[in-house]
């Protein structure tokens, strides 16, 4: 239960209500404010984000002019770019621009935010009235005055994206598809995807913090499809990084494509998979994603904060196998899901989720932290200036055991291994999850064996972590897209796991 | 400067900036949305927000761009990122722009009184609804009762002439609760979501089943790893109707990437499976005057009696199919480029009450939840989580967790013996209770 809740149940929302109608606030606004929006004006030159800070701390002595627990102001602007490629050709050329800023009030439990796309200190003292209407209770409280906070970087650049001619974006994606139709004459069609942006933030808050930054990501991902006349396969590899344009020498386009189309040509000989309850072994990599969805979801502070999370009053229990822990950590450097600080302004860090089976703490952000009276982990993030921070992950991963993956195999009789993952989802409160195969194997007497078609694995969170009783020495991580109401970016990491005891969604008994 | 005109000056615009041709797709809107939990308000957002996007081609290869600036310095430079862009990419003959083919009115797509009705009322609704909700003495937590509000003016011209708009608006009001039983633990939801405020359904109603969705799928029990029917609830339908709509996208078709890809005018599902997709609806969800490239949008029927009747295309995937647009262009708003997506769907009923159906079932599972992809497109594969009801001789006999179901799409497809006769016609992707003869079901 919320150390704030009793707090707010004093009031009936009857009483509420009237009072916040009584203040001549009325919320609901202006129609489209169409012809106001296309006569707004500010020089294009000058930098959005550039608002000087005296402008901002009068923003949030505006948001706190009812009272309230804490205001925050967030400026972005992100500039990207996509390009696609399909079937060797350059399909089209994106070019976006978009910018924009919110205010944020936190009165106890409640959260009150508006935003605006014209970023003028007039707009955002009008975005500051609407998010100061969840708190109408006490007197104005007098935020601090915001200087300059100092964190930590954990994102370098050498060849900065702005720097870089989009023809040689274009020699990428060129090379990437060579490569892959070059492997088999099996692959029928490779699908490339080249997005980058670089997003400016500015954060500014009543605790007087104040931080601008910019940071960079790629994200480059290959699909092939291949085609045997009797069977195909569509696989997808993918690399990112906040970083500037040498990710392609850390690694090649070619190989990012050549290993999508290996599993595109192994997968053409898949036969049904087996239905029911089965061991799984894991490789390293992306599989990490049945970790982030069955237990990193689960352990996002915010369920935990109303008191309906599947760990829910856990901390301190054995809830995992003694040969688990798992991490998620802001700082891994360059990595998709490190953030320097997150989208509140706090220092990402390494925190320890599960230490050896034992619970040891939630992934918090500036509001749950103060339900929970938890320090903020570094994991309140939102997906832009159109949303308000919520608890997401970072980097999440397994910590590296002592087996040896091929021990790890050669241990396990009868089961599935599997390869590679399209992605899952689970429901935080009841812990049930799911994940799709999409290139796994037989295991027959601890040998890898025939390939199967795609079939789903279904579990309980709770349930999993007690199943897992093998953990390679072999962590890898892998890039992806997490959803929840709004995106992030993040990568999941694991060492080769086995898990004793999974549903499998084949199609033959 | 009103919008119409800012659309039409920005394409006179790009032709001037060197372009052959030019599409503006402006749009602008507002929305409000509000979650209650526990009796208090936890969160308000409000937001205007708005942006043009530039579809430009030149020399057959397309370049695209967008911008939420009005600045006109800001649309010039972006304008021109469209068109350098669009030299880079490759020369594509299929690249055109629709011409400007008139098309009829949808009534009832926007909803001019929700912006006046005071916020004390949709809050008030919000905190009614999880009241209800919580009265039922089995739901032991909330996770929240919302109300949301949207509305949106779309603006689309182009160098062939064209210059459309309409305006459109929805509302929705919905809750999610918990029934805990010792450690045990169940979510339950059900919202309700209409282009018109009046016109949402009554409170009492969706809070009880919002109840009933979480209490009673308390004390599962797993059954063995079997063969057996499987009757799809209205709710888990789109876990299979999905994967048609996917498996005829005239893009994917035309790539071969789609198990339907040869399958016109076949006979690919039961005959007991007709799919139909309506643009012109009054007050519907999917409705709409014209898609997101201005082509007029119609009421087609895709599957007649199990026999596949035409494919999915935007202007660009009929021209490379040598056909004709079928007004299915898809828009994600002005930052995204057209796809390709259906209007209002719906899977026409049958003959039977869901109650018939049930009782007709010796042994086998009635599906209310999936997980999962449903059915890959590609390849026709399906596999996905389970939960819902097991029956045992024509009767419910107890909740069932935790199962996961699999087969191939046409064996899935062509096994539907049994069509309800309960679809809800208010939503924009609906089908009523169907029943598939045989499904693998794992288990224990």
């Known amino acids: 239960m919320s150390k704030h809740h009793d707090l707010a149940r004093l009031m009936p929302r009857r009483k509420f209500l009237e009072m916040g109608l009584k203040g001549g606030m009325v919320i609901a606004v202006a129609p489209p404010l169409l012809s106001k929006m296309i006569s707004c004006s500010g020089p294009v030159t000058a930098p959005a984000l550039d608002m000087d800070k005296a402008s901002l701390d009068r923003v949030i002595s505006r948001a706190l002019q009812h009272g309230g627990d804490f205001a925050d102001v967030y400026l972005e602007s992100r500039n990207s770019r996509q390009i696609i490629m399909e079937e060797s050709m350059f399909k089209s050329g994106l070019y976006g621009i978009s910018q924009g800023a919110g205010v944020r009030v936190i009165a106890g439990d409640k959260t009150g935010y508006a935003y605006t796309e014209d970023i003028t200190e007039e707009n955002l003292m009008r975005a500051a009235d609407i998010a100061s209407y969840v708190a109408r209770s006490g007197k104005p409280i007098a935020p601090v005055n915001i200087a300059e906070t100092k964190r930590d970087s954990f994102v370098s650049v050498v060849k900065p994206l702005e720097e870089i001619a989009d023809s040689r974006r274009i020699g990428m994606m060129q090379r990437a598809n060579q490569a892959a139709l070059d492997y088999d004459p099996r692959i029928r069609m490779a699908l490339i995807d080249y997005s980058d942006q670089v997003r400016s933030r500015v954060i500014a808050n009543s605790e007087g913090l104040y931080l601008r930054d910019e940071l960079p990501l790629i994200f480059f991902i290959v699909q092939t499809m291949s085609d045997d006349g009797s069977n195909r396969h569509m696989s997808r590899e993918r690399i990112s990084e906040h970083s500037g344009f040498e990710l392609f020498e850390k690694e090649t386009p070619e190989s990012v494509a050549r290993r999508a189309a290996r599993e595109s040509i192994a997968m053409l000989d898949a036969e049904d998979a087996p239905a029911g309850m089965m061991d799984v072994v894991m490789e390293n990599g992306?599989?990490?994603?049945l970790i982030h969805e069955a237990v990193g979801h689960p352990l996002e502070a915010d369920n935990i904060a109303r008191g309906i999370g599947a760990f829910t009053g856990k901390v301190g229990q054995k809830v995992a196998t003694d040969v688990f822990t798992m991490v998620d950590d802001g700082t891994l450097p360059n990595f998709r899901g490190t953030i320097n600080f997150d989208d509140e302004g706090t220092q990402a860090q390494r925190n320890v989720l599960?230490?050896?089976?034992?619970?040891?703490?939630?992934?918090?952000?500036?509001?749950?932290?103060?339900?929970?009276?938890?320090?903020?982990?570094?994991?309140?993030?939102?997906?832009?200036?159109?949303?308000?921070?919520?608890?997401?992950?970072?980097?999440?991963?397994?910590?590296?055991?002592?087996?040896?993956?091929?021990?790890?195999?050669?241990?396990?009789?009868?089961?599935i291994y599997v390869q590679s993952l399209s992605g899952g989802s689970v429901n935080s409160v009841t812990g049930m999850f799911n994940f799709t195969c999409r290139e796994a194997y037989l295991i027959e007497n601890g040998r890898k064996t025939r390939p199967i078609k795609g079939a789903t694995l279904i579990g309980s969170c709770l349930g999993v972590i007690q199943s897992i009783d093998a953990v390679g020495n072999d962590l890898d991580f892998g890039p992806g897209i997490c959803g929840k109401g709004q995106s992030a970016e993040v990568t999941a990491g694991q060492p080769t796991l086995r898990i004793r005891g999974i549903n499998v969604g084949g199609s033959r008994a | 400067m009103n919008v119409h005109d800012l659309a039409e000056r920005l394409v006179r615009r790009g032709l001037r900036f060197g372009a052959d041709d030019v599409e503006i797709y402006v749009q602008t809107s507002r929305n409000l949305s509000v979650r209650v939990r526990n009796a208090d308000i936890e969160t308000i957002q409000e937001a205007a927000s708005g942006g043009v996007g530039f579809r430009v081609l030149v020399n057959g290869s397309m370049g695209f761009s967008h911008c939420n600036d009005f600045n006109e310095k800001a649309l010039d430079e972006t304008m021109k990122k469209a068109i350098a862009f669009a030299r880079l990419t490759t020369p594509d003959e299929?690249?055109?722009?629709?011409?400007?083919?008139?098309?009829?009115?949808?009534?009832?797509?926007?909803?001019p009184s929700i912006a006046g009705i005071d916020t004390g009322k949709k809050i008030d609704m919000a905190l009614e609804l999880e009241e209800l909700t919580m009265q039922d003495a089995r739901v032991t937590h909330s996770s929240g009762a919302s109300f949301g509000e949207w509305e949106s003016e779309m603006v689309i011209a182009n160098s062939h002439g064209l210059l459309k708009s309409y305006r459109s608006s929805s509302c929705s009001v919905g809750v999610s609760v918990v029934a805990q039983k010792g450690?045990?633990?169940?979510?339950?939801?059900?919202?309700?979501?209409?282009?018109?405020?009046?016109?949402?359904?009554?409170?009492?109603?969706?809070?009880?089943?919002?109840?009933?969705?979480?209490?009673?799928?308390?004390d599962p029990q797993m059954v063995r790893t079997q063969r057996a029917p499987v009757i799809y609830d209205p709710r888990v339908a789109r876990s299979l109707i999905g994967g048609i709509?996917?498996?005829?996208?005239?893009?994917?078709?035309?790539?071969?990437?789609?198990?339907?890809?040869?399958?016109?005018?076949?006979?690919f599902a039961s005959e007991l499976l007709t799919i139909?997709?309506?643009?012109?609806?009054?007050?519907?969800?999917?409705?709409?005057?014209f898609d997101g490239e201005g082509m007029p949008?119609?009421?087609?029927?895709?599957?007649?009696?199990?026999?596949?009747?035409?494919?999915?295309?935007?202007?660009?995937?009929?021209?490379?199919?040598?056909?004709?647009?079928?007004?299915?262009?898809?828009?994600?708003?002005?930052?995204?480029?057209?796809g390709i997506g259906t209007h209002n769907l719906y899977a026409e009923p049958g003959q039977h009450t869901p109650e018939q159906i049930i009782a007709n079932t010796q042994r086998g599972l009635l599906l209310t939840g999936v997980t999962g992809y449903g059915i890959n497109a590609v390849n026709g594969n399906y596999s996905g989580g389970a939960s819902g009801f097991w029956i045992e001789n024509g009767q419910i006999a107890h909740p069932v967790q935790g199962l996961t179901i699999a087969g191939s799409a046409r064996d899935i497809l062509q096994g539907i013996d049994m069509m309800g006769n309960d679809v809800d016609m208010s939503l924009s992707f609906t089908a009523p209770t169907f029943r598939i003869r045989e499904m693998q079901i794992g288990g224990a």
């Open chain 1, 286 to 289: 992306w599989g990490g994603v």
């Open chain 1, 354 to 415: 599960i230490e050896k089976g034992v619970l040891k703490g939630y992934m918090t952000d500036v509001l749950t932290g103060r339900q929970l009276d938890l320090p903020r982990t570094g994991n309140g993030r939102r997906e832009s200036f159109r949303y308000i921070p919520i608890p997401r992950m970072t980097n999440t991963f397994i910590e590296p055991g002592k087996d040896r993956p091929e021990d790890i195999l050669a241990d396990t009789k009868k089961g």
């Open chain 2, 94 to 111: 299929f690249n055109a722009l629709p011409g400007n083919l008139p098309h009829h009115d949808v009534e009832g797509l926007y909803d």
């Open chain 2, 183 to 218: 450690d045990q633990r169940n979510t339950g939801g059900r919202s309700t979501s209409r282009r018109f405020f009046a016109d949402l359904e009554p409170l009492d109603e969706v809070a009880a089943e919002a109840a009933k969705r979480a209490w009673e799928m308390l």
């Open chain 2, 245 to 267: 709509i996917s498996a005829i996208n005239g893009d994917r078709v035309n790539q071969g990437a789609s198990f339907l890809q040869d399958s016109l005018n076949e006979p």
């Open chain 2, 276 to 289: 139909v997709d309506d643009a012109t609806r009054a007050r519907g969800l999917g409705s709409k005057p």
């Open chain 2, 297 to 338: 949008a119609f009421k087609r029927t895709l599957v007649e009696q199990g026999v596949l009747k035409g494919f999915l295309h935007n202007t660009y995937s009929a021209k490379r199919a040598g056909t004709e647009s079928t007004g299915n262009a898809s828009r994600g708003g002005f930052t995204r480029l057209p």
